[in-house]
């Protein structure tokens, strides 16, 4: 009998099991960025929210995009970038990661 | 004049200067081979891999030999850059609220036990996949042809979750939010929005991939699954479901995942078209899985073509192959077994007879007649969505 209660109460709380033990863990991928003046504002600003590698697989672009690219962090995503560091990134990223052309 | 304005007025100035080159944009092939990256991801083999924070990895297209993707090479996308690590099965619920007659709180258990379990075989695309091929390169992830796979998904209708709750007849809208989140506060969080109407019984919340829990990157414990529909409104780790009677503003359906509102979904670089309309469903594409770019192979050896096609579900009726740089094309062999939202696997035999490089090209035909075009042909967009070119891959013939 007591054996009996002990499989109905273990039936009724049976667990859903995860198939990961534990917590996660994302690695950290150190992606190569380059070195330069303004960089300190990118390191500064923008890694809070994503990753170096998000920046360099955007491809090359202008440096329109790059600065709409930074307003748009600021306008939609809220983040808190001065005019001044806005102005530094978008300098770094079409000195760096840019493909020539102004537009 | 504010210092931002001056900046623009100066931009805008010095391309009057230069001249900008008035080019329409072009398409060619996306990028093809990548690396896989040497780390791996949680129950991920080591995959092509964008970012880490947010976690954005590619299949490589190897994969795609298969009917169905597994789930440790399947892509991963992500929006936000906090992702829960950690998940209590037991004690998750998903929350569904607004316009119902009874709230609900459900749990996992409540999920498995007490609703009608459904599964559904479908392809899960980003709407961005192949980025790549869009020049001039549009904004995003410059994915190749990997942010793709297809997947058993098991679960529950949503629709049988929303009777549950009883909608109420102002009810209009759902919204869908996961569990990600981002750094600051103020940041929106990555909410979709569908309207009732496009919402039908195949629409499920789905707890199982491939017969296995879902993985963590891939919204372990529950995720929307929207068959035919681009990745973007499958929301990951889904944790609350709010009926609506209005449309909220929301970034990431306002400004992303958006073509332009004509009948060629196009725009030029110079001229973006000004209204916009979300991407939805998925048109016909295939993608060519062996032989890879650069295989070598002997002359009137037997090679096998292999590879996925798929559309939004009207089906996949043809698969054509041409070896000849699309002079002529000839039928693949089909499986039939596929149902309407799955991959559709091909394979083609084919002897080489020629020495030197060789294109072989793959192009789907769904139930409906539209087929892909070649590269080329594709239409340039600001958002670089929705790429289905013809599939070329470059063989050696030695």
Redesign the interface.
């Known amino acids: 009998m007591i054996q009996k209660i002990t499989l109905i109460t273990t039936l009724a709380v049976s667990?859903?099991?995860?198939?990961?033990k534990?917590?996660?863990?994302?690695?950290?991928?150190p992606?190569e960025i380059k070195m330069g003046k303004g960089f300190d504002a990118v390191q500064a600003n923008c890694l809070?929210?994503?990753?170096f590698?998000?920046i360099i697989?955007?491809?090359?672009?202008?440096?329109?995009?790059w600065?709409k690219?930074t307003e748009k962090m600021v306008v939609?995503?809220?983040?808190?970038i001065s005019?001044e560091d806005q102005?530094k990134i978008n300098d770094y990223l079409y000195k760096y990661y840019g493909?020539g052309?102004?537009? | 004049m504010q210092r931002r304005d001056f900046l623009k007025a100066s931009i805008a100035a010095s391309a009057a200067i230069i001249g900008t080159s008035a080019s329409a944009g072009v398409t060619t092939q996306p990028i093809d081979n990548r690396e896989v990256s040497k780390i791996a991801f949680p129950e991920k083999k080591p995959l092509i891999t964008y970012s880490d924070r947010p976690p954005l990895l590619e299949s490589p297209r190897s994969v795609f030999t298969q009917a169905i993707t597994p789930n440790d090479e399947f892509f991963v996308r992500w929006h936000l850059p906090e992702i829960p690590t950690h998940i209590d099965p037991n004690t998750y619920t998903i929350k569904i609220d607004g316009l119902v007659n009874q709230e609900l709180n459900i749990t996992l258990n409540d999920l498995k036990n007490n609703f009608e379990q459904v599964e559904v075989v479908a392809v899960l695309q980003c709407g961005g996949n192949s980025r790549s091929a869009f020049n001039p390169t549009p904004g995003g992830v410059q994915w190749g042809s990997g942010a793709m796979g297809c997947a058993k998904w098991k679960g529950v209708r949503l629709s049988d979750l929303l009777n549950q709750a009883g909608l109420k007849k102002e009810a209009h809208w759902i919204g869908f939010n996961g569990q990600d989140t981002a750094a600051y506060y103020e940041t929106p969080n990555f909410v979709r929005e569908l309207e009732i109407e496009e919402l039908d019984d195949h629409v499920i919340v789905a707890y199982e991939m491939n017969g296995e829990d879902l993985p963590y990157l891939n919204g372990y414990p529950l995720r929307l699954v929207i068959p035919g529909y681009y990745s973007d409104s499958w929301v990951k780790m889904l944790s609350h479901i709010t009926v609506t009677d209005k449309y909220k503003s929301l970034f990431f359906m306002d400004i992303a995942y958006r073509v332009p509102n004509n009948e060629t979904e196009s725009e030029t670089p110079e001229e973006k078209f000004p209204t916009t309309k979300p991407i939805t469903v998925m048109n016909v594409k295939s993608v060519i899985g062996y032989p890879l770019n650069g295989t070598t192979v002997y002359l009137n050896s037997h090679v096998v073509i292999r590879g996925v096609a798929f559309d939004d579900g009207h089906g996949i009726k043809d698969v054509l192959i041409s070896v000849d740089d699309g002079q002529t094309w000839e039928k693949a062999e089909l499986d039939n077994k596929a149902g309407r939202y799955a991959f559709k696997t091909f394979r083609f035999a084919y002897k080489p007879s020629t020495y030197g490089k060789i294109n072989i090209m793959a192009k789907a035909v769904n139930r409906l007649g539209k087929e892909q075009p070649f590269a080329k042909d594709v239409l340039w967009n600001h958002g670089g969505y929705k790429y289905n070119g013809i599939d070329v891959v470059q063989i050696h013939v030695i």
Do not use: T
């Open positions: 667990a859903l099991f995860a198939q990961v534990d917590d996660i863990a994302v690695p950290y991928i992606y809070m929210c994503h990753s590698g998000y697989n955007q491809g090359p672009q202008s440096k329109e995009f600065v690219k939609h995503f809220k983040a808190p005019q102005d493909n052309e102004l537009k």
